[in-house]
Every structure is written in C-alpha cells, then in structure tokens.
C-alpha cells in the first residue's frame, strides 16, 4: 500500500484505480492494515466525495468498516457545507441521505440548517 499512498488521490479519482482501490479494501482483514488503509484515506475523504469515481471508495469503506466509518461520518456532518456547495459533493449528501443506514441523518440535516444561509 505504501507504494499507492502519495498518489491516492489521483488514483482514487480515476474511473479505474478507484476500482483498483475498491477492490484492496475486500483484503484489509488485520486491524493493521485496516488502520493504516484509514489513517491513508482520511485526509482525502472530502475530495474523494467530491469525484464521481471516488466517491465509490468511501462509500465501500464505510459499508465494510463501519466502526471507523463513523469517523468518516462525523467528518462529512463537520464538513458538510463543503459538499453542499459542490455540484457532485451536493448528490453524494443526498446519498447518504437517502441510503445509507449507519449514517446519522439527523446530525447531517441540523448542520445543513446551520449552515443553510451560507
């Protein structure tokens, strides 16, 4: 993984590393290497939502891992004007919205009031 780590971003926005990514997260079956994949992926949450093929990644992450998934969520609640904003960042919120069952919904929707006159 160390050989991915200063390109992830680059990676993880192309239609087909992201699969390549989506495809290494099936194998992080050690805690090790499941926090390792974390602390690499973390600071590139936002700009990966903000991809179309990126998105896949944290969206795959979060179904498979959810404990530290939850990290991830509070980061999109804390974050979430910054995804509002963005045209692809906007239906990736309405996604989790709409699908996901970890996600705390109601903690997204009372930031988005927050933040709604902004």
């Known amino acids: 993984m160390k050989s991915i780590?200063?390109?992830?971003l680059?990676?993880?926005t192309n239609p087909h590393g992201t699969r390549g990514i989506q495809h290494l997260i099936n194998f992080l079956r050690?805690?090790?290497?499941?926090?390792?994949?974390?602390?690499?992926i973390f600071p590139y949450v936002?700009?990966?939502?903000k991809s179309i093929s990126g998105e896949h990644i944290i969206l795959k992450y979060c179904h498979e891992y959810p404990i530290p998934g939850k990290k991830i969520y509070e980061l999109i609640i804390n974050r979430c004007e910054d995804?509002?904003?963005?045209?692809?960042g906007c239906c990736v919120l309405q996604?989790?919205?709409r699908v996901s069952d970890n996600f705390?919904?109601?903690k997204?929707?009372?930031?988005?009031?927050?933040?709604?006159l902004k």
């Open 83 to 88: 995804l509002a904003v963005h045209k692809h």
């Open 10 to 12: 680059f990676i993880g």
């Open 108 to 116: 997204l929707i009372d930031a988005l009031l927050k933040n709604s």
């Open 30 to 40: 050690t805690k090790q290497l499941n926090d390792y994949f974390f602390r690499m």
């Open 5 to 8: 780590e200063k390109e992830f």
């Open 46 to 49: 936002i700009p990966l939502l």
């Open 95 to 97: 996604k989790f919205l």
């Open 104 to 106: 705390p919904k109601n």
